[in-house]
């Protein structure tokens, strides 16, 4: 089921009001229900993965508390690795993997015909899948104790809002959550529908719209001049931003309404002034997973350079390959691991250019410097990201590379799929967006978890975000971009 | 908690007025809620379909109705059946889907008491929702319930905006004037036809492969025809009203190029629903791509539509089939002009 769709609309009403009336008892059940109905909308089959690791890891949970030595629980541990990866790697990688076998063979003259499968990529299975583990590893470390309840951890693999698509919640902070019995609380009944209505805005004014455009550049690169590409480019930044933090917006409202909190997802990543800074704010519940659970194990920064540096690679490698299974993903990764390598290496030397220009004495202009290039960096990755292929990637590259920046070339910008009106609400969009951004900015992280949004205006911004909705809204049942993940 | 209740009691009271200020914003002849969907339709523009259901209103009685799509309306030349002595109107208008047939059919049927309802079932319809073909009627129909239980059938906020928009227009008679454009290469013919004449003859090449085809006929890749329950649940209720109307209903597939044909992958499984279909209501299905009449290399405008030569071959063809059905009487003169 969609966010997005009319069986939402009805979907959403109905578990709150059945929620807050049924007795605290039974709420687990009955959230338990509604997400595997959820889930089952999609493909009512695939649920039995979902169960599998569900069960896998209570289990290996259940197992793990009962024995202090630490040889004996890695046994466990392994058995949650072994079960969580291998769903993910067989439904998601095996193609992928078996494919560039085939392709590096035949590079050596060896034609070998290695197995393909032929079945659908369960929505959301990366998220749910580590969403899990990191309860598994969280009981082996100690952080966390067993949950005996199975209900409760099976909601917790779950939960409807966040299943398909995040924010990857921690078991030490949502298990807690399901335990406590909550109460309709006007304040933050109101402060998560209006997160949900900003999450839908981002996504069916913004998002969608700018799909229509995106997809026709990057599908059919070679029939766009370099100037459209490029256009498409920025506007791919504003959509897969909007599609995921739309998303996530929507996902933290429900699961508010209902009285749980879900970790903030985005903290307006394109005002970042650095990439390390990007990935504090961008998909913040996946780069704290990684820190947590790779890049520290690994050794994190406590090492010599050089593996510091192997460390930070890797663990970007894997995240590209996380987000999809094909080389322009991996790329995409790479390209950021390789952003902070250099801007590692180039911190003494960045320092002295802006002595040198004494930019540092001007830090309104050292911030907007740094967040136009941190932009345009990340930029630079999204063309990896959205391609179809590395091979479309550099070809658009290379257009992006060959302007016609005159008034005949500004005319050329090919808009025939959206039109005139479209592309101006697009633009528009946009720029409100960023400047809800900037003002996001000026609050203090913490607070915005909180349920007051500031500002004398928000019931105007309530309406006219609303009636954007209604008015503007692209209304075609477009997938989050994030669901393929 | 009466905040929240004053908020959500205010929605549709703000967006009524809305809709109101939209109407009157007008920018190249459409509202500014019609530039933010990419609805293409304006009011008195392509496909005729003002002009159309005008006419239909004094029409009269008919022994053919056609309904369907750009397939349909021009496709079906009236002045062909007239030949025979048979009074026909084409009611087909730009994307127009069973789900949009089945509500012009309800408003009319009894304007024009058909003797026969010939549905044209191209299959570049099925997969549609109906919204297209809404804003088109919406836009150059007067208000009436049909419009609105098309609004509800299509379940889309577009619609919904759009309807409530055209309420708007009627309680308040603020509607711009609107007049039947003229569109250079096409001419609308009493009864709903629209003859298009070719300002540069174009020759369709017979071979898929020929660059020319590539280029300029076929559409971009191979595609799977994804037959929408909703549809074909409407093609059901049409078969229905017609019979329940005491006419009786063809469906009738227009022949589009071989190259065409080939690069839908499920015809054969479209084909057989529609067959199962008529033959659940004992209907004649007349799939003309089976029937060879045209020639792929001579007879069409563009990748899907016919040229006046297609028309007129295909209707002769349609007609000879009708005769020998027993649906039609051959006339006279006709008989011995084909001689």
Known sequence: ?485 | MSRIIKFFLSIPVIYLVLVFVFLNIRFQNKSLMDLSTRNPVVAGGFGHSFQRFQEIQHYGDVDILFLGSSHAYRTFDNRLYADYGLKTFNMGSPNQTPLNSYYLLKKHIDDVNPKWVILELYTGVLDRDGLESFYDLATNTPFSQELVEMAFAINSPHAYNKIVEKWVQHVTGIAPPVKQKDFSGEAYVAGGYVEYSQSKPKIMPVDMQHPNYQTEFAPEEMREVELLDLQISYVHKILKLVSQKNARAILVTQPVPQAYLAQISNYEEVEKTINSIASLYDVPYLDFNKYNVLDSYLHFEDSDHLNPEGVRRFNRALIKELVKRNIISPAKSIVKKED
Request: net charge positive; with cysteine; hydrophobic share 50%.
């Open chain 1, 1 to 485: 089921m969609l966010f997005n769709s009319f069986e939402f609309a009805v979907f959403f009403p109905t578990v709150i009001i059945l929620f807050f009336i049924m007795p605290h008892r039974f709420r687990w059940a009955f959230l338990l229900a509604a997400s595997y109905y959820f889930y089952m909308c999609w493909k009512a089959e695939y649920l039995v993965l979902i169960i599998i690791s569900t069960l896998i890891d209570y289990f290996a949970g259940i197992q793990m508390g009962k024995v202090a030595e630490q040889r004996k629980r890695k046994k466990y541990l392994y058995l949650s690795l072994l079960a969580n990866l291998g769903i993910l790697f067989s439904f998601k990688y095996a193609n992928f993997f078996s494919t560039s076998l085939r392709a590096g063979l035949e590079q050596l003259n060896i034609f070998y015909e290695t197995p393909l499968f032929d079945w659908l990529l369960p929505v959301g299975i990366s998220f749910y899948t580590f969403q899990s583990l990191s309860y598994s590893i969280d009981v082996y470390r100690g952080e966390k104790t067993p949950e005996y309840h199975l209900g409760r951890f099976a909601l917790y693999v779950a939960f409807f809002p966040q299943l398909v698509a995040g924010p990857i919640e921690r078991s030490v902070r949502l298990l807690p959550q399901f335990e406590k019995p909550v109460t309709f609380q006007y304040e933050r009944v109101v402060s998560g529908l209006r997160l949900m209505l900003w999450g839908f805005f981002k996504k069916l004014v913004i998002a969608d719209r700018l799909a229509i455009y995106v997809n026709e550049a990057f599908n059919y690169p070679g029939e766009h001049s370099g100037l459209t590409l490029l256009v498409a480019t920025y506007f791919f930044a504003f959509q897969i931003y909007c599609d995921f933090s739309g998303y996530s917006d929507i996902a933290i409202g429900t699961a508010r309404v209902m009285g749980y909190d879900l970790m903030l997802n985005f903290r307006q990543p394109y005002f970042s002034k650095s990439i390390s800074e990007f990935w504090k704010r961008w998909h913040i519940s996946l780069s704290t997973w990684f820190k947590d659970y790779l890049y520290i194990p690994l050794g994190g920064n406590r090492v010599a350079k050089w593996r510091w540096y192997y460390n930070l690679m890797a663990v970007f490698l894997v995240s590209g390959l996380w987000h999809g299974a094909n080389w322009t993903f991996v790329l995409w990764g790479g390209l950021h691991g390789a952003y902070l390598f250099i801007s590692i290496i180039t911190a003494d030397i960045r320092k002295r250019i802006r002595a040198f220009f004494r930019i540092d004495r001007v830090p309104a202009l050292k911030r907007t410097i740094s967040v136009i290039i941190t932009f345009h960096f990340v930029l630079l990755a999204w063309v990896f990201f959205r391609a179809n292929s590395i091979g479309d990637a550099f070809f658009i590259l290379q257009q992006m590379t060959m302007l016609d920046l005159s008034w005949a070339g500004f005319l050329d910008i090919n808009i025939e799929n959206l039109g005139w009106g479209e592309f101006i609400i697009a633009c528009l969009s946009i720029l409100f967006l960023v400047v809800v951004d900037w003002f996001e900015t000026k609050i203090k992280p913490e607070s915005l978890q909180t349920y007051k949004r500031a500002g004398s205006l928000k019931l105007v911004f309530d309406y006219v975000i609303l009636f954007s909705i209604i008015f503007f809204g692209v209304f075609e049942h477009t997938e989050f971009i994030y669901f393929q993940f």
